[in-house]
């Protein structure tokens, strides 16, 4: 692969990875993955077929992925207690390292009634991740205040309250609650798009101890492979586009999102 001789001696932490049914191309991407050096990665659920494909990718690489087991917020508008029971048993069966994802998303479907479902669920596991001792990934899209309210709410908010933001979009501002609040930012290929000057200066804002990088695959690759799909392998380019935005050599970005990343889920 093209990448191997520049990334010499680098490991990266792709922290957010989803994957498809098929398997031949979950077991390519993998592979692709480890040649570029991206050591470590966590595949990422959220609904009944992205947390069985999931399952599936860590089962293929147990050395290297780590499992993030949730339903998102396009799954609020199913029956809740069979969703959280679902949740649950799969959390049983497996042994994961995070609630995910989970959260909000009032960019694509807002009213406040679909609003009420998606904090209730979101809500709900949190309470989940409270129980098992597990860090939660959050996705908030246009969201910014009820997340925090949601956040907020829980009743353990500061003794075991820990995760991540998923592929920051928002401003150093909402940034900056988060980080109050104690979690750590990831950010995805979104931060080296042209239009992309607020999360920019985000990522630009985020401290060295709280910073993490993902893919998000298959989607939002990062220039210069944008068009294509994405893959765990592709976090390389974000990991070098950051370290140029934040005035630091790639090895330490690398080295720095990768120990965050161990630290949060192994
Ligand atoms: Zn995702």
Redesign the pocket.
Known sequence: MEVLWYNWGMEFYDT?A?FGPKEDETEGALARATEAGVTRLMA?G?SAELNAAAVKAQAMRPDAVRLALGADRDQAALPPDETLADIRRLHADHACAAVG?IGLDFHFHYTPETSAAQCALFAAQLALADELSLPVVI?TREADDSTCGVLDEVPWHGASLRGVI??YTGSPAFARKLLDRGFMVSFSGIVTFKSAEEVRASAKYVPDDRLLIET?SPYLAPVPMRGQANEPAFVVHTARFLADLRQVPVERLAAITFSNAVSLLG
């Open positions: 957010h989803h990422v959220g994802e996705h998923h592929c998000d």
